[in-house]
């Protein structure tokens, strides 16, 4: 399991608002996938998918505002084929 | 960093936003380093991500009747407006390439419109924590932006004309009650377009060495 993590966006941006899941949960995924977008105050940005497998839990949802280095959701990595 | 300028003249809104889509493909897939665009735009009123639909204050049949446009669209902040009396410039900028900062890069913006109008004797500032740029207490320049690879899209309205002003009474710009103004309000005298263009693509380049 992989966990996607709101990165640093820069200096003074302590926190982002999800405003866009791409995909649902238990949806597959491709590492580097835009996953989710965010938005701060004027602007809004990607975050790509850390890895490839089925997206687990999403633990924020649309419109709830997240600090930095929060835990967005989870990636299921395959199993080895 | 390095830029190709491109100028779109009057353009129909929609038209100038797959515009941006497609240079930043060109700046995604590395044929184009990054792409500066300047345009003005018919009527339109445009909705970043997070805007509260309740800060358009008219119906859209009332603005269709206007011939006033609504797109939601994909940019960071609130409501805007954007007009023929504008001059708006969309930054397709390969942010990789330099520094990955979304708030240094707003800031940036700022800077780039307040160095452009103090080439017209105007002192215009940023207000602290908020976007754009202002005379006094009124906005002159609206910003708001898309990133998506580390390239940028979408940007900033710089207001030229007064005769536009009165358009941005059909919303709540950014979600606040501000008053805007105009280069044109400032100076009591009509500005060229084509100058201030010129003068912009100039800051840009230097900010952007």
Redesign the interface.
Known sequence: MTKVVLPE?????EKA?I??WYFKEGEKVNERD?LV?L????????LPSPASGALGQIFFHEGDTVPVGEVLATIDTLDKA | MEFKVFDLGLVDFYRAWNFQKEIFQKVKNGSLESGLIFCRHYPVITL???ADKRNILLSRQELTKRDIAVYEI????DVTYHGPGQLVAYPVFNLARR????????RELEGIAIASLAEFGIEAARLKGL?GVWVGKAKIVS???????WISFHGLSLNIEKNDLGNFRLIRPCGMDIEMTSLETILGRKAEFALLKKCMARKFKEAMQ
Not at chain 1, 9 to 13: A, V
């Open positions: 966006l820069g200096e003074g941006i608002t405003s866009y835009d977008e938005a701060t105050d004027k602007a809004t940005f990607n | 970043g991500r997070l994909e940019r960071g902040g520094k990955k900062d979304i708030r240094l890069f707003l976007t910003i708001g932006i898309a990133i998506r690879k």
